[in-house]
């Protein structure tokens, strides 16, 4: 069975904790900031972690991450 290939552009946006969870960068930090509040866009700055529901098709398409 040849190797499995590894879906380059989710290997960018998701890091493999040390317990083996999958985390993300927030969205909406890109552009339109003016109306958002400070607390929101600092908030933005804060990774999280991969909903339950995606994790089992994420370490599908990431199987060396």
């Known amino acids: 069975m040849p190797k ?5 552009g989710a290997a ?5 904790t040390g317990t083996g969870k999958l985390k993300r960068n927030k969205a ?9 509040s400070a607390k929101k866009k600092r908030n933005l700055r804060q990774a999280a972690m ?9 370490k599908k398409i990431l199987p060396y991450v």
Do not use: A, S
């Not at 499995?4 to 380059?8: C, N």
């Not at 960018?12 to 493999?16: A, D």
């Open 12 to 16: 960018k946006r998701f890091k493999k």
């Open 50 to 58: 991969m909903d339950k529901t995606n994790e089992k098709v994420m």
């Open 4 to 8: 499995m290939k590894t879906h380059r």
């Open 28 to 36: 909406y930090k890109r552009h339109i900031l003016t109306k958002k």
